[in-house]
Nanobody
Framework: QMQLTQSGGGTVEAGGSLPLSCASSSRTFDSYGMGWFRQRPGDEREFVASISRNGRQARYADSAQGRFTISRDNARNMVYLQMNNLQPNDTADYFC????????????????WGRGTRVTVSA
């Protein structure tokens, strides 16, 4: 079992930045691909970014490309999402997740999930 504890988030004006962090309880953290997803009220959870086990490869949703950066520190069992130039449609609950299948873009293969953190971007 793995617990993922999220921190960060909050409220920011359009154009601002926010960092998100996610701490894993697993001793085998580096055997999991990690992802960030978000969910707006009434919508399905959607992919934002993911990173490979060794942190050398990453994938981004089109909406995140060029604005968000995912990274990880395997020595500290941490994964991060730096969000820049935030816009009102980035407002959502953000979730980190771990997958034993790699750094996928689909919700289904992720085995463990954080509880989510709210990001609100005002116009």
């Amino acid at each position: 079992q793995m617990q993922l504890t999220q921190s960060g988030g909050g409220t920011v004006e359009a154009g601002g930045s926010l960092p998100l962090s996610c701490a894993s309880s697993s001793r085998t953290f580096d055997s999991y691909g990690m992802g960030w997803f978000r969910q707006r009220p009434g919508d399905e959870r959607e992919f934002v970014a993911s990173i490979s086990r060794n942190g050398r490869q990453a994938r981004y949703a089109d909406s995140a490309q060029g604005r968000f950066t995912i990274s990880r520190d395997n020595a500290r069992n941490m994964v991060y999402l730096q969000m820049n130039n935030l816009q009102p449609n980035d407002t959502a609950d953000y979730f980190c997740a771990a997958s034993s299948y790699g750094y996928l873009e689909l919700v289904g293969p992720y085995d463990y999930w954080g509880r989510g953190t709210r990001v609100t971007v005002s116009a």
